[in-house]
């Protein structure tokens, strides 16, 4: 099952897969994003915005109610779906006499209101209904795909008589401002669309006894538009998402995530897996790419593409591919990763991790005071993180010479263990330029010695140790951050890495 987290500030929020999905928040724009309906898919999904516990009842009688739709009520909803039926809640006090209802579906104005119409079913009979405080669930099939911030309402039609039934409202969920009501000329209000809490008796209004069911369209993964080659490390399945929200965004690099590849290669395209849980506005990012510091992490910064729209960002739990051009040619141990620029606001996305994969090499950048070490560090460092095996982050491109095997590099090099984090063995790899005798050895964050893997002459050019997690007596050693260190003629060398349990 995939589920979310946010991290904002020290507290940590995870979303688990919700039964009634929440709100999307896609924006239309010109993208990279591939939306595919495929045709019908069953119904599964249900966008709900109250907290199925209903406090009130709302209806406007005969003076407010006009055609086409003055006297509706109407909830919002947002992000790529397709409707399929919509559930309303209703019950009456005794003057239901054979009024029908229309039911609508609009997209939003743009000023955050009911305006153009996708779809109308008018003079639908709801049938016989319970009487306040019972409630009756009214199912209603419509078909419509929608995109963007839209809304469905339902409109009584009672011109002239008594109010049939009412819809129901929550009046003690999560504030919101996703509903709305159409007033009528002369009623003491405001007419047009306005919140039901600007009148007096539905002041506590939260959202209405609307909901939807449909699914959400398929994600189609875009092709490569260059290159011959994918540098991957997740196993395709994404598990869970993960983003920094308010303080824990600060550029130029805080709040951001990087997966580390090795080897020379010309870089064209980079692909960012991302998802949302409906916080998506207009948010941007930044792009980087770094070379290795020689710890491990990313160091020096050798391009950087600033303030990016992504385009719109799939609902959770489906999963959209970013496909960002750069051109650039990189070798020895590099870094790509990105910042979402949302500094102080809601986390307008979360970036896609493999949680079951072989694992990659994978790091965040934490900022201050979010209650865990500062800087680079694996997101597996954050409890709800802790099975991180590697991020959405994929490279495109042409493979470089590499390195042979057989040929003499030109400089001794310590490459970062794969995978990273590991459990229960790991693959370390070195580069000798001068031939000599070689010692390498695991130490722990105190200093102490835990195991020598290499303690021999070894010839020049590439050569590959497997560590199991043991030490020099054979037993089993516990989680935690090791350093590996390398000993060689005229070049020495140390980098971190993460074994988990």
Not at 152 to 175: C, F, I, K, R
Not at 387 to 403: P, W
Request: aromatic share 10%; hydrophobic share 40%.
């Amino acid at each position: 099952m995939r589920r979310l987290s946010i991290l904002a500030v020290i507290v940590l929020l995870t979303l688990p897969l919700p039964a009634a999905a929440s709100e999307a928040a896609i924006t239309a724009s010109e993208s990279p994003v591939h939306l595919d309906t495929r045709g019908d898919r069953d119904c599964d999904v249900l966008l709900a915005n109250h907290d199925d516990g209903f406090e009130n009842i709302y209806a406007w009688t005969y003076t407010a109610v006009n055609s086409p739709d003055q006297g509706a009520f109407a909830e919002r909803f947002t992000g790529p779906f397709q409707v399929c039926e919509i559930k309303l809640y209703l019950t009456q006090t005794g003057n239901q006499a054979g009024q029908t209802l229309d039911v609508f579906i609009w997209q939003d104005d743009a000023t955050g209101n009911p305006g153009e119409l996708v779809t109308q079913l008018s003079g639908v009979n709801p049938g016989y209904l319970a009487t306040w405080p019972d409630m009756s669930v009214v199912t209603i099939p419509i078909s419509a795909e929608v995109e963007g911030n839209w809304w469905v309402g339902v409109w009584g039609d009672w011109p002239g008589e008594e109010a049939g039934w009412y819809l129901l409202a929550d009046e003690n969920g999560t504030p919101g401002t996703t509903s709305r009501t159409r007033i009528a000329p002369g009623q003491g209000y405001p007419a047009g669309w306005n919140h039901p809490g600007i009148v007096g008796a539905w002041s506590n209004c939260r959202s209405l006894g609307i909901e939807v069911v449909g699914n959400y369209p398929w994600i189609e993964e875009p092709p490569p538009a260059c290159g011959n080659l994918t540098l991957v490390n997740h196993d395709g399945g994404m598990d869970n998402a993960y983003a920094w929200a308010a303080a824990g965004i600060v550029p130029p690099e805080g709040g951001a995530f990087a997966e580390g590849f090795t080897g020379d290669f010309d870089i064209c395209e980079v692909q960012l897996r991302l998802t949302q849980i409906g916080a998506q506005t207009d948010q941007t990012l930044d792009l980087f790419v770094w070379q290795d510091d020689h710890l491990g992490n990313p160091g020096v910064v050798l391009a950087q593409l600033t303030d990016i729209d992504p385009g719109p960002v799939a609902q959770w739990p489906e999963i959209s591919f970013h496909n960002i051009e750069l051109e650039l040619s990189v070798d020895g141990d590099w870094w790509v990763g990105y910042r979402g620029n949302w500094p102080g606001a809601v986390a307008g996305w979360m970036l896609a991790a493999d949680e079951d994969g072989e694992g990659g090499n994978s790091r965040t950048n934490i900022a201050p005071g979010q209650g865990y070490p500062i800087g680079w560090n694996h997101p597996g460092i954050v409890p709800a993180w802790h099975n991180c095996k590697s991020l959405g982050i994929e490279v495109i491109g042409e493979g470089g010479t590499g390195i042979d095997d057989e040929a003499t590099p030109e400089m001794s090099l310590l490459h970062q263990n794969s995978p990273n984090p590991f459990n229960p063995s790991t693959t370390i790899s070195f580069d000798l330029a001068q031939a000599g005798r070689v010692h390498l050895e695991i130490i722990d964050v105190s200093g102490r010695s835990i195991a020598t893997l290499v303690d021999e002459y070894r010839g020049t050019g590439r050569h590959e140790i497997i560590w199991r997690g043991r030490n020099n007596d054979g037993a089993e050693v516990s989680s935690g951050v090791y350093l590996y260190r390398l000993d060689a003629p005229g070049h020495a060398q140390t980098r971190k890495m993460l074994l988990l349990q």
